[in-house]
C-alpha cells in the first residue's frame, strides 16, 4: 500500500518536524542525567537548583507545543489507496518519519557507494546505477578540468608538464632531452616569476635547472633573480634556490646579497631556515660565512656588512665596549629561535655556532640560564663541532638535576652518539662531570656495553673507541687530539664549582663498570680486535691494566693460543682474500655533499690484505700492539745488558710470548730469513724481547738464533740489504730521468742494515761478545 506523508506547514512556511522527533526530544531532555555528585557550596547548589528550573519550565513549553500540534493533525494520518484513514499504521509512519531524520537521504550530485542495494525498510530510497555513477563522475572531472582552464597560463602549464614528462624520464638521451629543453625555454621564456608559486610549476623551473646547460640555467636563475627571498619562504618554491645555488654558480653572490639584512628573520622561518644553512654549509666561503653571522649581533651588523669580523672573538678584542650591546642582541636572537614552537635546530649549524659564540663570551649566569631551553636539543646538536662544544659547555654548568634529565634525552641514541665525529666528545664530557657514577655507567656504558656485538663493533670504530681508551688511560695525548684534550681541559674550572666528587675516585668506579664486558668481549673476538688498528690499541691497554690480576688467566690463555698458532707460509700470507677497507664513519655536515662526491670517495677505497686466518705475529697491526706491549712504548735501548721490562705487565706478557715461541723458535727464525724485508716486524717482535723481555724471554731468542745457524741469518740479511739497495738506486735513476736538475745520489746501505733480522743479529752479536 502506497503511504503518503502529510504535515502540517509551520506558520514560518517551512514543513513541521515529524511529531515523533518532537516527541523523542522532550523525552531526550527530561532524561538527561543530572551532574556528577561532588562537593558543592551553598551558591553553586542555588545555581544548581536556578537550572533546574528553567530546565523544567522549557520541557513544559515543548509539551504544550506538541500538543497543539497533535490538536491541528488530529485528522492526519496515513492514506491507502482507497482514500481511507488507516489508523493501525500511523505510529508506523511516525517511526518512518524519525528514520528518515536519521538516516538523511543524499541530496542531489552526492555519489552513492557502487553496488549498494535498496534499504527494505526505506523503499523511498533508491539506489544509483553505474551509468549514473560514471555520468556524474564524468561531469565532476569535466568542471574540474574547466576550472584550471579558467586559471591564468593554463595552456601554458599544461603544455609544460607534456614536455617535462619527457625531460625527467631515465630513458630520455642526451640529444632528446637538449632537444626538449630547448622546446621548454621557447615556452616558458619570459613567464617564470609566473610559475615559480605554483607547485607543479616549480617542479617544471627545477627539472630545467637540472637538466639545462650552462647559458640555460642562467637564463632561468636571471629571471628568479629578484625573488629569492620569497622562494625560500614556500614549502615547495625553496627547493628551486637550493637548485640555483647548486647549479648557478655565478648567481650564489646574488642570492646572498638578497639574503642580506632578514637572516633574523627567515632564521625563524622553517622552510627559508633550511636554505640558509645548506647556504651556509655548501655553498658560502669564509667571508660569506661571517657575513651571515654578523646578522646576529645587532642591526648595525646586519646593515653594514663586513663590520663585524671574522668571529665575535675578533670583533670584541678590537671593541670590548661593544660587547654587552652584541651580547643582548645574539641572546634575543637565539630566543626568538629556540622559543618558537616549531623549531628544530638540530639540523642548522649556523645556530650552532651563534650559540658557541654567545656561551664562550656571556656569564655564568646567563650560560646557567640558557640550559633549561636547551637541555632537550643537546641530542640533537652534538653532530657537528660548535653544537658538540656547545653540549659539552651546558652540561659542565648544569645541576645535578639537569644532568640527569640531559641523560635520560640520550637514551637508546648513545652508540650513535659515541660513533659521531664530535658526538664522542659529548660522552667524554658526560662521564668525567657526573658525580653520580651509578647513573652514568647504567645510562651510558650499560647502553654501550649491553650487546656483545655492538660493543664489537664500537671497539673497531675509530670514534667510539676513544670514548674506552678515554676509561682505560684516560686524556692520553696518543689516543685523543690534542684539541679535545684542551676543550676537555678548559672545563676544568668549571667542573671543580659543579663536581663534589674526585675526578680520580669517578675514574676507578667507571672502570669497574667496564672491565666485564671489556674481558669478554675480548676474550670471544681476540682475532679480529688484535689485528685492526683501533681496536688493538684498546686490547693492549686491556692487558696493561688486567694481565698482572689474578683473573686474567682467560685472557692470556687466548693470548698464547693466538702465539701458539701454526706459521702461515709466504705462499699462504699471499693468497689471503682481500677485503675492502670499511667506508668512513657518517658525517651529517658532509652528508649534504653531491652524490657524485660520495660516489667518488668510495671508489678511492684502497684494499688491504688482513684476513682473520692471519698469524698475530704476522699481522703488522697485532705485532706492533705485541711490540708495543713489550717495551712499554719505549724506545730501543743501547745500553748493555738490556734493561728488561720496566713493570709486572710488560713482564707477564714478555714471559707468554716466549712460552708460547719457544717451541716454534726455529720456524720463526727460518720465514723471517725467507723474506727479511717483508717479515721485518715479526723479527722486531724477537728484538723486542731481547732488549726489553725478561732474562728467560731473551733466553729464547738468542738459543734459537745460535741453533739455527748465525751464518745463515747473516747471508739472508745480506741479501735482503743487497736488493733493497738495487731498488733504492733504480728508482732514484727513475726519478733523475724524470727532473734533469735533480743530481744523481750515490744510496748505500746504511750501516747495519734496517730489516728487524739485521737488527736482531746485531743484538745477538754484541751480546755473545
Known amino acids: 500500500?502506497?503511504?503518503?506523508?502529510?504535515?502540517?506547514?509551520?506558520?514560518?512556511?517551512?514543513?513541521?518536524?515529524?511529531?515523533?522527533?518532537?516527541?523523542?526530544?522532550?523525552?531526550?531532555?527530561?532524561?538527561?542525567?543530572?551532574?556528577?555528585?561532588?562537593?558543592?557550596?551553598?551558591?553553586?547548589?542555588?545555581?544548581?537548583?536556578?537550572q533546574e528550573q528553567d530546565d523544567h519550565v522549557e520541557e513544559l513549553a515543548v509539551l504544550e507545543q506538541d500538543d497543539e500540534m497533535m490538536d491541528d493533525t488530529d485528522d492526519v494520518g496515513v492514506v491507502d489507496a482507497s482514500g481511507e484513514l488507516s489508523e493501525d499504521e500511523d505510529a508506523d509512519a511516525m517511526q518512518q518519519d524519525d528514520d528518515d531524520d536519521e538516516d538523511v537521504e543524499p541530496e542531489e550530485g552526492d555519489e552513492a557507494v557502487d553496488g549498494a542495494e535498496a534499504d527494505p525498510e526505506n523503499p523511498a530510497?533508491?539506489?544509483?546505477?553505474?551509468?549514473?555513477?560514471?555520468?556524474?563522475?564524468?561531469?565532476?572531472?569535466?568542471?574540474?578540468?574547466?576550472?584550471?582552464?579558467?586559471?591564468?597560463?593554463?595552456?601554458?602549464?599544461t603544455s609544460a608538464k607534456k614536455l617535462w614528462e619527457k625531460l625527467r624520464h631515465k630513458e630520455t638521451k642526451s640529444d632528446g632531452r637538449a632537444q626538449v629543453m630547448k622546446e621548454l625555454m621557447e615556452l616558458v621564456s619570459g613567464h617564470i616569476q609566473e610559475l615559480i608559486f605554483k607547485h607543479d610549476a616549480s617542479r617544471i623551473i627545477q627539472s630545467m635547472l637540472k637538466f639545462g646547460n650552462s647559458a640555460q640555467r642562467d637564463s632561468i636563475a636571471a629571471e628568479l633573480k629578484g625573488s629569492f627571498v620569497e622562494l625560500s619562504k614556500k614549502q615547495y618554491s625553496r627547493f628551486l634556490v637550493s637548485k640555483v645555488l647548486n647549479y648557478c654558480p655565478k648567481f650564489r653572490d646574488a642570492v646572498m646579497k638578497e639574503f642580506h639584512g632578514k637572516i633574523r628573520k627567515l632564521m625563524r622561518q622553517k622552510s627559508a631556515s633550511l636554505?640558509?644553512?645548506?647556504?651556509?654549509?655548501?655553498?658560502?666561503?669564509?667571508?660569506?660565512r661571517a657575513q651571515l653571522i654578523e646578522e646576529f649581533y645587532g642591526p648595525q651588523y646586519a646593515l653594514f656588512k663586513g663590520t663585524g669580523g671574522s668571529s665575535l672573538a675578533a670583533l670584541l678584542e678590537s671593541s670590548e665596549a661593544k660587547k654587552p650591546y652584541v651580547l643582548k642582541h645574539l641572546r634575543e636572537a637565539l630566543d626568538g629561535i629556540i622559543d618558537k614552537g616549531s623549531a628544530d635546530i638540530g639540523p642548522h649549524s649556523i645556530v650552532h655556532r651563534v650559540l658557541l659564540e654567545y656561551l664562550t663570551h656571556a656569564k655564568t649566569s646567563d650560560v646557567v640560564a640558557m640550559i633549561e631551553p636547551l637541555k632537550d636539543q643537546i641530542?640533537?646538536?652534538?653532530?657537528?663541532?660548535?653544537?658538540?662544544?656547545?653540549?659539552?659547555?651546558?652540561?659542565?654548568?648544569?645541576?645535578?638535576?639537569?644532568?640527569?634529565?640531559?641523560?635520560?634525552?640520550?637514551?637508546?641514541?648513545?652508540?650513535?652518539?659515541?660513533?659521531?665525529?664530535?658526538?664522542?666528545?659529548?660522552?667524554?664530557?658526560?662521564?668525567?662531570?657526573?658525580?653520580?657514577?651509578?647513573?652514568?655507567?647504567?645510562?651510558?656504558?650499560?647502553?654501550l656495553t649491553a650487546d656483545v656485538n655492538v660493543l664489537k663493533t664500537l671497539l673497531l670504530d675509530q670514534y667510539a673507541s676513544r670514548v674506552v681508551l678515554h676509561a682505560l688511560c684516560?686524556?692520553?695525548?696518543?689516543?685523543?687530539?690534542?684539541?679535545?684534550?684542551?676543550?676537555?681541559?678548559?672545563?676544568?674550572?668549571t667542573r671543580a664549582t659543579t663536581c663534589r666528587k674526585d675526578d680520580a675516585q669517578k675514574h676507578t668506579e667507571l672502570l669497574n663498570v667496564w672491565s666485564t664486558p671489556l674481558k669478554e668481549v675480548i676474550n670471544r673476538h681476540f682475532e679480529l680486535l688484535v689485528k685492526e688498528k683501533t681496536s688493538s690499541h684498546i686490547v693492549a691497554e686491556v692487558m696493561k691494566q688486567y694481565a698482572s690480576h689474578d683473573d686474567a688467566a682467560e685472557l692470556l690463555d687466548n693470548f698464547t693460543n693466538s702465539l701458539s698458532a701454526p706459521i702461515e707460509t709466504l705462499e699462504e700470507v699471499a693468497d689471503l682474500p682481500v677485503l675492502k677497507q670499511p667506508k668512513k664513519p657518517f658525517h651529517a655536515i658532509k652528508a649534504l655533499s653531491a652524490e657524485a662526491a660520495k660516489a667518488a670517495s668510495a671508489a678511492n677505497a684502497i684494499p688491504v690484505t688482513v684476513a682473520s686466518t692471519e698469524h698475530v705475529l704476522i699481522n703488522r697491526t697485532s705485532n706492533t700492539m705485541i711490540k708495543e706491549l713489550i717495551t712499554s712504548g719505549r724506545r730501543p735501548p743501547t745500553d748493555l745488558p738490556p734493561p728488561g721490562p720496566d713493570n709486572k705487565v710488560a713482564e707477564v706478557i714478555s714471559d707468554t710470548i716466549a712460552n708460547a715461541i719457544q717451541p716454534a723458535i726455529a720456524s720463526w727464525l727460518e720465514y723471517c730469513a725467507k723474506d727479511p724485508r717483508r717479515t721485518s716486524g715479526t723479527a722486531f717482535v724477537l728484538v723486542a724481547l731481547v732488549e726489553c723481555g725478561t732474562e728467560h724471554a731473551r733466553k729464547v731468542v738468542l738459543a734459537g738464533v745460535k741453533a739455527y745457524g748465525e751464518k745463515k741469518l747473516e747471508a739472508a740479511a745480506t741479501a735482503a740489504a743487497g736488493s733493497k739497495s738495487d731498488g733504492d738506486a733504480g728508482k732514484a735513476e727513475k726519478n733523475s730521468k724524470r727532473k734533469r736538475d735533480v743530481p744523481d745520489v750515490a744510496v748505500t746501505a746504511a750501516p747495519g742494515g734496517g730489516s728487524g733480522l739485521q737488527v736482531l743479529l746485531g743484538r745477538y752479536q754484541e751480546l755473545k761478545k
Open 1 to 50: 500500500m502506497a503511504k503518503l506523508d502529510m504535515r502540517k506547514p509551520s506558520k514560518a512556511g517551512k514543513s513541521a518536524k515529524p511529531l515523533k522527533r518532537s516527541l523523542a526530544h522532550t523525552t531526550k531532555k527530561a532524561a538527561r542525567p543530572p551532574p556528577p555528585a561532588k562537593s558543592t557550596s551553598k551558591k553553586q547548589k542555588t545555581i544548581f537548583k536556578d
Open 125 to 157: 530510497k533508491k539506489p544509483r546505477t553505474a551509468e549514473e555513477i560514471a555520468k556524474s563522475r564524468k561531469e565532476q572531472k569535466r568542471l574540474l578540468e574547466e576550472r584550471r582552464g579558467q586559471k591564468p597560463h593554463a595552456d601554458m602549464i
Open 275 to 288: 636554505v640558509i644553512e645548506e647556504a651556509y654549509t655548501q655553498y658560502a666561503n669564509a667571508q660569506q
Open 379 to 447: 641530542i640533537r646538536i652534538l653532530h657537528t663541532r660548535e653544537g658538540a662544544r656547545v653540549s659539552q659547555i651546558l652540561y659542565s654548568h648544569a645541576g645535578a638535576k639537569d644532568r640527569k634529565h640531559i641523560i635520560k634525552t640520550m637514551k637508546s641514541y648513545v652508540v650513535k652518539a659515541a660513533k659521531e665525529q664530535y658526538g664522542f666528545t659529548v660522552l667524554i664530557t658526560i662521564l668525567e662531570s657526573t658525580d653520580d657514577t651509578v647513573l652514568s655507567g647504567k645510562a651510558i656504558i650499560g647502553e
Open 474 to 493: 684516560g686524556r692520553h695525548k696518543r689516543y685523543l687530539s690534542a684539541a679535545v684534550v684542551f676543550d676537555l681541559a678548559s672545563l676544568d674550572a
